[in-house]
């Protein structure tokens, strides 16, 4: 036979039985929410990545003659670079999904990555060419593309950009696809003319981008090499000179380290492949020069 509990005992049993049922359904909506948030994370994701699509690039190894024993090593290492050169693209891609201009993934993605993958086919035939028939137009492979998804990187912020002008009349401040430069046209009169900044006034600000002088640096040029450097010298003038203008006509594009980027960096690689032609050109008849790879990087002067 049961005994009645004293009241305080009653009271205590009360007290733990609310207790619990506090807890369980808490635990219930803490378990709803994170289960919530889990299922809406993974939908973004899975957008975010159908949406920007994949870099494809042609492939290398397919396209090359025998390799001699001699340079496979160095083959090997090469061709790893190009499928981790590629995989980088691909994180980048991801990573910067929603950033700069239209043109963002052609200029900081895409043009980046040829330069690189021009550099290591240079140097796969290079090292062919050691001891074996050097492979030709093997730069032909370099150029990458960008498949699926259908949405550039960069238009989504490009029409980020001309949402910040809707309703307020302001200039082409959105224009540039860079989602600040849109939110410059809320606030006075002179914001439009953010915009507009490519002409007036911003070549000043833009700076100017200065390299390594690499003529100076070279020893004494064979005849036959001659024609070839002399070529490869006046690239190289060619280049600082086609970075300086991108430098202003991107005036006010892209995050704080587009320049480095979509500019230094891209120039830096298409230096490199030069010098190693420079160089190539010299050591067929004479002592190839080393070391004019640390005459590549360039620098912004403001």
Known sequence: MSRALPKYNKRRVAVIGGAAALALTGAVVVNSALAGESSKNSTAN????????????????SQLPAIPATAKAEVDRNLALLNTQIAEANKRLVDTVGQGGPNFVNNAILGPLKDKRVSTVNRIATAIGRTAAKPQGLEALAPCALNGGGVNAGGAAGNQGNAGNNGNGMGNAGNNGNGNAGNNGNGNGNAGNNGNGNGNGNAGAAGTITCPDVASQLPAIPATAKAEVDRNLALLNTQIAEANKRLVDTVGQGGPNFVNNAI????????????NRIATAIGRTAAKPQGLEALAPCTLNK
């Open 264 to 275: 230094l960096g891209p120039l830096k690689d298409k230096r490199v492949s030069t010098v």
């Open 46 to 61: 899975a957008n975010t990545l159908a949406s920007v699509g994949t870099i494809s690039c042609p492939d290398v190894a």
